[in-house]
């Protein structure tokens, strides 16, 4: 992207209002303050205003806020405007706390954070109405040239944003005598056109001839031209556009790209692993004991498991199997509960020690897989990892559950676990929690996991 066009869809003034309206909520807050205290602070605590606003407009910068392009929709507009006070309240409170100024007024600062959040959302709302009466200044007269069912869509997205566009003129695909360099020149004389909107159709169907002509010609004249990619609609998959160097690049994705959610998630998994290690290294202990009495063989079972898109790791768990267990799982396949093989489960599995029952009831023997999400090959929360040979089996649409890295728990864990008995069942399951992911969504899983542990609900 050049250099010149990187804040092309900032709206500045936007950014310069709510930072009015919050030195304005703090003047009132000040007001309110000396009306029931009789203190006259503004001056003293002035401060508090510059830390507010600059962390303020930054964090709704970083949630597209003034992006003219973001759907302002009025549950996402409080969400964020309130995720954007919150932060600034926090970051205010740890600078008060780090600086110890214990002489700064708690009262004032309560008033000053409710008052800015609901002053901006009043603010925004209004601006929003008055945005949506008003065709004066600043609306950009455009010219669309499309199909009529692009147009009706695109308008009904322009709504949804901050853009202020004015459709002076539709052209249809079909009106070739109209979209020649020279006639379409002289439409935009004539109509003291700003931008002019091409719809191009990536599926083909319907698609503009002789579109760098008239592109040329629009630039010939200094017309500002956007292009809409009439892209191919996937059932499952989001959809971004971005830049490398001068190409636009379309992304589908069918997994969570959010880069900080995906941080947090990792850190999450860490520091759980780590202190998951440590209180529990007593377990540890006496389960290592009681497996080297019950049976001949090593503490920990490792095995191969299935990563994300294939790669092949270890997984380690717990022995609770005699040391044979794999050699004899063929004599007992036509014993398995799973249709198609892609799992292996048998009812009363003759191949599991005494000490195995009660750590597969107990969920203990998962315990060693925090190794795993330390190593960064699982993940506290995730898909079920399954083996190469389950693996071998898949179907291109059961690959999709292997996208993302695999978990200790996960949507399958908490919801039947051995009880389930369908493979595709299974795939569902996992398939939910990829479209579905959210951070909220993880501990969500996690207390439902300890809920399911402690019940022993759906164990072996």
């Known amino acids: 992207m050049h250099k010149r066009n990187e804040t092309a869809n900032c709206d500045i003034l936007q950014l310069i209002l709510d930072a009015a309206v919050v030195f304005f909520s703090y003047c009132l ?28 407009v930054l964090s709704m910068y970083l949630m597209r806020m003034y992006n003219v392009t973001t759907f302002h929709y009025l549950n996402r507009l409080i969400k964020r405007t309130v995720t954007s006070v919150i932060v600034a309240g926090m970051s205010l409170s740890l600078v008060v706390f780090m600086a110890q100024m214990e002489q700064t007024s708690r009262l004032l600062f309560v008033l000053f954070c409710v008052l800015s959040c609901m002053m901006v959302l009043l603010e925004r709302v209004i601006l929003r109405l008055f945005n949506q009466m008003n065709f004066g200044n600043g609306w950009r007269h455009t010219i669309f040239v499309g199909d009529d069912e692009t147009l009706k869509r695109y308008m009904s997205f322009i709504r949804s944003t901050s853009i202020k566009l004015k459709i002076d003129r539709y052209i249809s695909f079909q009106n070739k005598s109209l979209l020649t360099p020279e006639s379409f020149s002289k439409i935009l004389m004539e109509l003291s056109v700003d931008e002019v909107h091409f719809v191009n159709a990536l599926e083909g169907s319907k698609q503009l001839e002789n579109l760098k002509e008239l592109l040329e010609t629009c630039e010939s004249m200094g017309v500002t031209t956007r292009i809409i990619l009439d892209t191919f609609d996937l059932p499952v998959a989001k959809r971004f556009v971005s830049s490398i160097g001068t190409y636009p690049v379309i992304t589908y994705h069918s997994v969570s790209l959010d880069k900080f959610q995906l941080f947090i998630k990792v850190v999450i998994d860490v520091v759980g692993a780590v202190i998951g290690l440590i209180c529990l290294s007593p377990i540890f202990l006496v389960t290592a004991i009681a497996i080297k009495l019950d049976s001949p063989g090593p503490v920990l079972f490792r095995q191969k498991r299935v990563g994300t ?66 190593k960064r ?84």
């Open 29 to 56: 807050a000040s007001f309110l303050y000396m009306l029931y205290s009789g203190n006259q602070i503004f001056f003293g605590h002035l401060w508090i205003y510059g830390i507010f606003a600059v962390i303020f």
């Open 377 to 460: 090959e699982m993940s506290l929360v995730g898909t079920r990892p399954p083996t190469t040979d389950e693996v071998s089996k898949y179907s291109p649409d059961q690959w999709r559950r292997i996208s993302i890295r695999p978990g200790i728990t996960g949507m399958w864990q908490v919801n039947g676990r051995s009880q389930i008995l369908d493979f595709d069942d299974v795939v569902k399951l996992d398939n939910k929690y990829i479209d579905e992911w959210s951070l909220l969504l993880d501990i969500k899983l996690l207390f439902q996991t300890v809920k399911v542990v402690f019940t022993t609900q759906g164990a072996h």
């Open 309 to 374: 898109y294939g790669n092949i790791f270890h997984i380690y768990k717990f022995r609770s199997m005699y040391k044979d267990a794999e050699a004899r799982k063929q004599e007992l396949a036509s014993m398995n509960k799973i249709k198609d093989g892609l799992m292996f489960k048998i009812d009363d599995d003759p191949r599991i020690t005494r000490v195995g029952k009660l750590i597969r009831k107990t969920s203990i023997d998962e315990i060693p897989q925090l190794i795993n999400v330390l």
